[in-house]
């Protein structure tokens, strides 16, 4: 086998690595969350709502990269369950800010307790210095991702995509 078949190999095996693990990780965070009656997307729009409360539908879709139509059932079924309220903006009658109730914040806290002890015990298990290399080659990565879609999108004219703060 030559070099570059054997390095393209090798990069795809380490992508499907990639790939499945996420897959995993999902998965057993999704079963994490479920034991506290929360889906991911549920815990995703709590749990942002901890680090910006009073943000808008249009603010947090971005934060979250998805659509306003997606979070604004997502928050519907929240605000009936009690765990968000909308709240008029001064001098913009379309918007609304978003706003934890009690009930929220310490449902949000106890999915972020969860989230917190799950990385704890998987990631937690691996050496400070291997941590530490898996967060420098996913830095990298994501600066590549990062120019590959600028790149992209300056080919294609389309818009860039912003850039979650939540997602980084």
Do not use: C
């Not at 928050?75 to 009690?82: E, I, Q, S, T, Y």
């Not at 420098?136 to 992209?152: K, N, S, Y």
Request: charged share 30%; aromatic share 4%; net charge positive.
């Amino acid at each position: 086998m030559t070099d570059s078949v054997q390095q393209g190999d090798a990069l795809m095996r380490t992508w499907l690595r990639f790939v499945r693990m996420n897959q995993r990780l999902y998965a057993a965070m999704s079963q994490e969350l479920r034991q506290l009656d929360l889906s991911i997307p549920q815990f995703d729009v709590l749990s942002t709502l901890t680090e910006r409360e009073g943000i808008t539908q249009q603010e947090l879709a971005e934060r979250l990269y998805v659509t306003k139509g997606n979070v604004s059932g997502l928050v519907d079924r929240l605000a009936a369950n009690g765990l968000v309220v909308r709240q008029p903006i001064a001098g913009d009658r379309r918007s609304y800010a978003l706003h934890l109730t009690e009930k929220g914040r310490t449902l949000a806290e106890r999915g972020i307790a969860a989230q917190r002890a799950y990385v704890a015990r998987t990631l937690g298990a691996l050496p400070q210095t291997d941590i530490a290399e898996l967060e420098r080659v996913l830095l990298a990565w994501r600066d590549i991702l990062r120019r590959d879609d600028e790149e992209r999108n300056a080919r294609t004219g389309r818009p860039a995509r912003l850039r979650s703060p939540a997602a980084e």
